[in-house]
């Protein structure tokens, strides 16, 4: 089955950097939008950065010249670098993609495990 996988996610300084990766491997036909959201603790989940595959991409106002979505269409991946992190920044990191088989039932949204990041001095 399709598996959607991050990575990259750890304990930062403010000010520090991080790059998240998303894999999606398995039975895939064809990758349209790819996306980061992330929750934090008592928060409602907050989409961050999205991509077409045409690489259109489209960014919540927080982080809006702090993080750059981009993603390689040929190893079904999407990429969220992150710089001048904060403290509000702190989440779990999760990626969506939205994901045909091949199957009649069309698109469908597959989501990852997740990817902690913490920004903390």
């Known amino acids: 089955q399709v598996q959607v996988v991050e990575s990259g996610g750890g304990l930062v300084q403010p000010g520090g950097s991080l790059r998240l990766s998303c894999a999606a491997s398995?039975?895939?036909?064809?990758?349209?939008?790819m996306g980061w959201y992330r929750q934090a603790p008592g928060k409602q989940r907050e989409l961050v950065a999205s991509s077409t595959r045409g690489g259109s991409t489209n960014y919540a106002d927080s982080v809006k010249g702090r993080f750059t979505i981009s993603r390689d269409n040929a190893k079904n991946t999407v990429y969220l670098q992150m710089n001048s992190l904060k403290p509000d920044d702190t989440a779990v990191y999760l990626c969506?993609?939205?994901?045909?088989?091949?199957?009649?039932?069309?698109?469908?949204?597959?989501w990852g495990q997740g990817t902690q990041v913490t920004v903390s001095s």
């Open positions: 969506n993609a939205n994901i045909w088989t091949g199957s009649r039932d069309g698109y469908n949204g597959y």
């Open positions: 398995g039975p895939i036909f064809h990758i349209n939008d």
